[in-house]
C-alpha cells in the first residue's frame, strides 16, 4: 500500500496528532472527559487521514455535476434552516412555543444536516 506524503496530509495527520496529544494532556492535568472526547476525536482525524493518503489527488476531486448538485442541496438546505427559524420565530411570538437553546440549536442543526444529505440525494438521483 503507497501512502502520499504532501504537504496536505502531513498537515492533516499532523492536526490529529496534535489533538490527541492535547486531549492526553487535558486527560492527565485537567478535565477528564474533554481529554477523552479530543483523545476520540483526534484519532477520528488521524484515520480519515490514513484512510485519504492511500488516494490519489485525482480520485478526491469532484467533477461540474457532483459540484453543482452540493451547491444546490446546499442552497436548500440553507432556505430549509431559514424557514425552520422563521417558524420558532413566529411560534414564539405568538407564546405557543418557548424552546431553550439547545432544543432549538438541535432543531435548526439537524434540519441543516439532514436536509443537505437528503437534497443531495434527491438531485443525485434526479440527474439533475
Known sequence: MKF????DILQFLGMGLGTV??????????HAKAGVI????????????LS?????KDFLKQDER????N???GNYAFW????????????????????DFMDAYSTVFFTGIYGNLIMRWHFNRKGE
Open 4 to 7: 502520499r506524503t504532501d504537504k
Open 71 to 73: 451547491e444546490k442541496a
Open 21 to 30: 496529544a492535547l486531549g492526553a494532556i487535558l486527560l492527565v492535568f485537567f
Open 80 to 99: 430549509a434552516i431559514m424557514t425552520v427559524i422563521l417558524a420558532m420565530y413566529v411560534l414564539r411570538a405568538a407564546r405557543l412555543l418557548n424552546p
Open 52 to 56: 485519504l493518503a492511500t488516494k490519489s
Open 66 to 69: 457532483s459540484i453543482r448538485i
Open 38 to 49: 479530543f483523545i476520540m476525536s483526534g484519532t477520528l482525524t488521524v484515520l480519515v487521514g
